[in-house]
């Protein structure tokens, strides 16, 4: 199993208040994501990275963003959590882009009310 | 844009026996992968098998294989010998060889799969 925790694994918070999600690899990959996972829609993606420092925008990008300090950080934050953002979010990790298969960590369950 | 869509919201199979899970997608790509992940209800997504678009040869990986019909944009999952652990939700997924551009995987809406004793 490609070595991907995501912390913490279960969060409740309120409506407004900021909340920051951890990715955290092990295996040196490149290329780290984020997706939402809604009953209904499948995995979307949030934000993705192809390097340090190197960000971009997925398909629902909207309230959310990233930063990548370190090769095997990748954070996801919501600025002001909205109950439209009570989700699972998935990391997902690969060692190259456009080619390369990704590999899931846990997920988080966030709860926002 | 790309789609990518499984029509079977639901399905159930007696444990031993065969089952296929359909998937579609849309795209003007012509080099592109494909691939079924697998959630049982730990929810961790776990992949089953991956296919190259270039590749004429259907992949297998023991009791899961493919049939990828490229010109028909169809892509469905076979498992034989369907066993409990096989219960589970299963995604169709898409991500084009775009070169600098997006390395985006593209999910479908998943199909719950149930393996009866």
């Known amino acids: 199993d490609a070595g991907i925790t995501q912390s913490p694994r279960h969060k409740v918070t309120e409506t407004g208040t900021p909340v920051t999600l951890r990715c955290h690899q092990t295996?040196?990959?490149?290329?780290m994501y984020w997706y939402r996972q809604d009953p209904g829609h499948g995995l979307r993606l949030i934000h993705y990275?192809?390097?340090?420092?190197?960000?971009d925008k997925g398909e629902v990008s909207d309230g959310y963003s990233v930063s990548r300090s370190k090769t095997e950080d990748f954070l996801l934050t919501l600025e002001s959590a909205t109950s439209s953002q009570t989700s699972v979010y998935f990391c997902?990790?690969?060692?190259?882009?456009?080619?390369?298969?990704?590999?899931f960590g846990p997920g988080t369950r966030l709860t926002v009310l | 844009a790309q789609t990518v869509t499984q029509s079977q919201p639901e399905m159930s199979v007696q444990e031993a026996e065969t089952v296929t899970l359909s998937c579609t997608y849309d795209?003007?790509?012509?080099?592109?992968?494909l691939f079924w992940y697998k959630q049982p209800p730990s929810r961790q997504m776990i992949l089953v098998i991956r296919?190259?678009?270039?590749?004429?040869q259907n992949a297998t990986e023991n009791r899961f294989s493919v049939n990828f019909q490229k010109a028909a944009k169809s892509f469905s999952l076979k498992i034989s010998d369907s066993q409990l652990g096989d219960t589970a939700m299963y995604f169709c997924?898409?991500?084009?060889?775009?070169?600098?551009?997006?390395?985006?995987?593209?999910f479908g809406k998943g199909t719950k799969l149930s393996v009866i004793p």
């Open positions: 296919q190259e678009a270039y590749k004429q």
């Open positions: 990275s192809y390097g340090v420092k190197d960000t």
């Open positions: 795209t003007s790509e012509s080099n592109y992968y």
């Open positions: 295996e040196n990959h490149r290329y």
């Open positions: 997902a990790i690969s060692a190259s882009g456009n080619t390369d298969t990704q590999y």
């Open positions: 997924a898409f991500m084009t060889d775009s070169g600098a551009g997006s390395y985006q995987l593209t």
